[in-house]
């Protein structure tokens, strides 16, 4: 077993590993790094992106490495574990690359997917097929069928997937991204007896999101930030204030409880972005949006100025939910905060993170730029109204408890996210270099 840990091991973001086994090898996740992302939307007015382009800004990881390897055209699979853009998002780029190769994911990761390929208008020819959590799929090798699992998982987007590749030469396991959530709003609890099934039966290897390897803790439920939301918008009593709210769009579980403890308040709820668009349509096209009947969206800058224009003028009538809470530059948050739209925030106004910033310094920057505004023009603001969708170290644990593995990788983070995990696993009787490895970008471990 030879593991090529392509991209998403020197940083948060950029995530691609492709395994191989005999003459076959299956890759799982293509996503893009957003920190040059921002900086090209800085620098480019145009806004559709080609492969070589966002190559020269290092946004999509460097898989020309399969070609050295002469792994390319033994790609049978790519396999996406979750919706979220740093593990799909470069894979509209680099799909055509791989052109025999199947497209495998959820049925809400593949509608995103199919979202950003028809924004981006970006055809891709690779078969797609959706895969369901808890089911195995056949995929067609150089000799007989490769069996791939696909165990449901909890993190912060729905229909999130760990995948395990039953080769040959053991069990490969992909364990990115996770928390363990045993009481998830949306969704089913992660199925803790068939990791222990597969720990009892043997896995070779274990690849494995190690964010937060560092933090002594179990990750909190998403029904702490449901209880969190409840006390952050039930404790604004102003009725002429405005309310505006900022979160991940793609986190749905937390989408369906800003808006039912929005509907408290008694303001019209409103959606506004192209990216909050997506999310909430591709829940809608898989039936993952119990809440649709409930809001608004807005797309269209235009439109959006329109609505902003309103607000202005009736600021108790709504709760707004807006991208930027990482103060991403041109989000709508931005534009507000610089006074590039009709509205203005006042003395008193009240605005929620329901975020974590993701720890890169481009995020960090930003965000704390874009607090100092708010401050300054009067803002109420209740940051970290949130719970994180990465296990902390007692996660890891007990994964690495029920799972067993005789190797271990930790991906999803630089050398000081990656550390801890290592001595994590040196702890549990792993010796460094021996059964647990750090990595970097394009270097092969073979097992």
């Known amino acids: ?38 900086e090209l939307q800085e620098q480019e007015s145009q806004v559709n992106y080609t492969e070589n382009m966002l190559r020269a800004a290092k946004a999509i990881p460097n898989d020309l490495v399969l070609d050295k390897l002469g792994w390319s055209d033994k790609v049978r699979a790519i396999i996406i574990g979750h919706a979220h ?18 497209i495998l994911a959820s049925p809400f990761t593949m509608a995103v997917l199919e979202g950003i390929l028809k924004d981006e208008k970006i055809s891709v020819r690779n078969k797609r097929r959706t895969v369901n959590e808890n ?20 993190h ?3 229909q999130s997937l760990f995948v395990a590749w039953h080769s040959k030469e053991g069990v ?15 969704g089913a609890p992660p199925n803790y007896k068939r990791l222990k099934e597969l720990g009892k039966s043997g896995v070779k290897c274990l690849v494995v999101d190690a964010l937060y390897s560092d933090t002594d803790r179990r990750t909190a439920s998403e029904r702490i930030a449901r209880n969190l939301l409840e006390d952050a918008l039930g404790n604004i009593h102003d009725k002429n204030s405005a309310i505006f709210l900022t979160t991940f769009s793609s986190h749905i579980a937390r989408l369906k409880s800003i808006v039912e403890f929005g509907q408290k308040t008694g303001r019209r709820i409103v ?4 990216s909050l668009n997506k999310y909430v349509e591709a829940a809608i096209k898989v039936n993952q949006c119990p809440f649709r009947n409930k809001i608004e969206i807005i797309r269209y800058r235009r439109q959006i100025n329109s609505f902003l224009k309103k607000v202005d003028s009736n600021r108790g009538n709504y709760l707004v939910v807006c991208t930027g809470h990482q103060g991403e530059k041109g989000s709508i948050l931005d534009r507000i905060v610089n006074g590039e739209t009709p509205f203005k925030f006042r003395t008193g106004d009240n605005l929620i993170f329901s975020s974590s910033i993701i720890p890169v310094s481009v ?40 799972l067993k593995p005789e190797h271990l990788v930790p991906a999803h983070g630089s050398l000081k996210q990656e550390a801890p995990l290592i001595d ?6 792993y010796k460094f270099q021996d059964n647990s490895h750090l990595s970097s970008n394009g270097k092969v471990i073979k097992l």
């Open 172 to 186: 490969f396991f992909y364990g990115l991204d996770f928390k363990f959530d045993n009481h998830p709003v949306i």
């Open 424 to 429: 994590l696993a040196g702890e549990m009787g």
């Open 1 to 38: 077993m030879e593991i090529c840990t392509i991209g998403g091991y020197e940083e948060v973001g950029k995530n691609m590993t492709a395994v191989k086994v005999g003459d076959d090898v299956l890759i799982f996740d293509a996503g893009i790094y957003l920190p040059p992302l921002v």
């Open 156 to 158: 912060s987007t729905i």
């Open 85 to 102: 853009l740093d593990h799909v998002g470069g894979l509209p780029y680099l799909a055509h690359r791989y052109p025999r190769a199947e």
């Open 363 to 402: 995020n960090i920057n930003a965000r704390e730029k874009m607090d100092s505004k708010l401050r300054r023009q009067g803002v109420r603001l209740q940051t970290d109204v949130h719970v994180s969708g990465h296990g902390g170290r007692e996660d890891l644990r007990d994964l690495l408890e029920m």
């Open 271 to 274: 959606f506004l972005g192209r």
């Open 135 to 154: 089911s195995t799929y056949q995929i067609k090798g150089s000799s007989g069928n490769l069996k791939v699992e696909f165990i449901n998982t909890t």
